[in-house]
């Protein structure tokens, strides 16, 4: 098996803030504390949470149109990211990291849907980081959370 990478982008709040989720890379706390333990296996495993959630999300706010140009933005950037993982979790973790730097969504060939159109990118960011963590803590109460 083709070893996994971290997805952290640098932005942890589990260790800085203690959040059971992180604000940055979408892993559980202890998740993020044993990554270096995992298998393989086990990491392809969250990876594929986080990615079925992020696209799930991001989704049902954005189109791609040209997604060649988020691959040019991210190259320009210097923006690391995973090739196993879909656009859709490039998009979200660019945007997390480097919504400052970017002048409008066409430069990363993306466009909102109805109805979030006009509305402003950072609340459209924090309107998704809000779905993510309640999906997140919706999947850990039911599978990780002992009663």
Known sequence: MKPVRTPCIGICSTTSFGDRICRGCKRYAFE?????GYSEAEKAAVMRRIDQFTAQIMASRF???APERLEQVMADFRFFHD???SPWVWLHNLLQKHN???QSL???GVELVPPHRG???????????????RLGEAHYERYFQRV
């Open 106 to 108: 066409d430069e990363l």
């Open 119 to 133: 509305k402003d990118i950072r609340t459209v960011l924090h309107e998704i980081n809000e779905d993510l963590l």
């Open 63 to 65: 189109r791609f149109y």
């Open 83 to 85: 090739p196993e993982q």
């Open 100 to 102: 400052h730097r970017i």
């Open 32 to 36: 993020v504390i044993h990554w270096n």
